[in-house]
């Protein structure tokens, strides 16, 4: 395995993929200008004018590759550069970037001398255009070894090559030297696997032979893309795991958003190994959480070799190792290695099978019979229409038995695991949306819009940060909406100064839905124990309207309730039933222990403000706190223009206090 957090860097990174134009460069200004002396910088002194430079014939220099390391960055650019004129063609400094006060060099593009055009108001010069945009280039970055590792690496040109330099004005730079280490940190691409070196080799072993199935190119551009988002994502965090060959098998990831919003919402996630189980051209899985929004909320990703009990639980533990965090609850598809998996992580969780999915592959599995349909229609009853486990057994029996299937294979399993998916049985698990108990609900995909069966790996790479993006807009865009009553019911009025926007309307369905609830009758007393019966207007098949009874517990001296129907427990609001009982009984407010804190609008801050305490020698530690507590002012702040003001106000006064401690500390 290597494992990766992203460092410290006092200039910010995400500057380092921008334009030229964006950046201080290392030419004294004449990147976008032709170059004669193979593009060494000003702030290096020549020592000589007209010197020679001394190349040696003959010698081979292997192609720059993602993963090499050099002693420093004369020894990378002295590489390039030699690697340069033994392929023909001359090397320039692109871009640099210095650290803020120390002016210390931490990275840098190498480019072919033929990079980019000339700008507008050079077009007036005598001198013939040589530019032809050739995209070849090294990017090199200073990482914690202090040594310069290359990140990205283009080697195409698109021009003819066989430039040769004898002549150069600058400084005296020798191919032969023998001071210059190379150290081959590198990935490279050997068919569908990945080659490191020796010492990554020997330090991360595990017993599965299985190979990630990648296409050539695939192994780069997964290392490109991590050694990208460290620069531009602080706390980003990468793990691999390798073979005793040196394949590539594994791959988690998440970034430091995931990061911080596990902190927040890990008691119930979503194992999606749909992708992967669906023999997509990526064999990728995702942990999805659910937000205090209701929505989906990214926790982590991996690529795995296979749908094996060695690869799932490899990918758990380096979820669980980053992230420091238990379930309560953990959804997933019907799959015995990835069960197993769990089990072996995490323990003591409630591992529950999604009765979505399942109802998904009815038709795969089920098609063929010769009374599909009766069978479809009496399945789907028995699993969304039964109340109690007494009515859901009784239905099983009555399917398999009416239309002769008892000995099928499907079903069989299905009523042995049926404690794990069966809504009726799993009325005291918390699921917070993330498990369906109503026909024709469905959790979608966190990928949907972006990955299709043939999606190559690179491709979604690409589209990778664009879905994370719109997904987290949606959250901001959910802060600002905002709210309107359809009742005056006091149940909805107070939960609209308590709720975010996309919970308050989901509960909203509930209290609007109570009209459709005309009898509220108790049926038996025990003490302060009374049993309700409420009945509800319900539409049934062909759109008929029927009638449903639910029976509902309360309990008048600690005003708890529940329904049969177990709404609370499977979306984290009370249902229509349970509101009837409690207006039925005089109860004006909904009890604090059903409004659970984290569908509240102030939930991320004052679950930051509880949760402050860290170690102050964990960095990690300290980021992610940081990070909530910013995160907080950030959505405070965009929900008004004089919220704004304030919290941009108030944030730049923070970041001089914090320069002014380093500047005091200097």
Known sequence: MERSDSGDVDVQASSYLQTDETHERDDGGEADHEIDDVGFTQNEQRKSEHQEEEFVEGKEFDAPAV???????????????????????????KNSWFKRRSKEKYGAVLCCSSQGFKRVNDANRVRKETRTGCPAMVRMRQVDSKRWRVLEVTLDHNHSLGYKSVKRTGTKRKCADSSLKLYKARVMDVGNSVIPNSALKKQFQSSSSDVLNLRRGDSSA?????????????????????NDEGQLRNVFWADAFSRVSCSFFNDVVFIDNAYISGKFEIPLVTLVGVNHHGQTTLLGCGLLAGETVESYHWLLKAWFGVMKC???????????????????????CHHRFSVA??????????????????????????????????????????????????????????YEDRARWAPVYLIDTFFAGLATCRPGESLSPFFERYVHKQTPLKEFLDKYELALHRKRREETLAELESLTLKTKCSFETQLSRVYTREMFKKFQVEVEE?????????VHVDGPLVIFLVKERVQGES??????????????????????????????????HALCVLNFNGVEEIPLRYILPRWRKD??????????????????????????????????????????????????????RVHSVEEKQD
């Open 67 to 93: 993963g090499m390391e050099f002693e420093s960055y004369d020894d990378g650019y002295n590489y390039y550069n030699c690697y340069a004129n033994e392929v023909g063609f001359r090397v320039r400094v």
């Open 222 to 242: 997964i290392y490109n893309y991590f050694c990208r988002m460290q620069l531009t994502t602080p706390n980003f965090f990468y793990l691999m795991d390798i």
């Open 326 to 348: 238990s379930p309560q609850t953990i959804v997933t598809d019907r799959c015995k290695p990835l069960e197993a998996a769990v089990s072996q992580v995490f323990p003591r």
């Open 357 to 414: 999915h399942i109802m998904r592959k009815v038709p795969e599995k089920l098609g063929g019979l010769v009374s599909y349909d009766g069978v479809r229609k009496a399945f789907t009853k028995a699993v969304y229409e039964t109340l109690k486990v007494v009515d859901f057994e009784a239905a099983w029996g009555f399917m398999v038995h009416s239309f002769g299937i008892v000995d099928n294979e499907w079903l069989r399993s299905l």
């Open 514 to 522: 109570m009209y459709s609830c005309f009898s509220t009758t108790q």
């Open 543 to 576: 759109n008929r309207r029927e009638v449903r009874d639910f029976e509902v517990l309360y309990n008048r001296s600690v005003g708890e309730v529940r329904c049969i129907c177990s709404c609370f427990y499977f979306y984290g609001y009370l249902c229509r």
């Open 603 to 656: 939930y991320k801050r004052v679950h930051a403000a509880d949760n402050g305490f860290v170690d102050g020698t964990d960095r990690a530690q300290r980021f992610d706190q940081l990070y909530k507590g910013a995160l907080a002012v950030v959505e405070e702040g965009a929900v008004s223009l004089d919220r704004y003001k304030v919290a941009m106000q108030v944030l730049e006064q923070s970041l001089d």
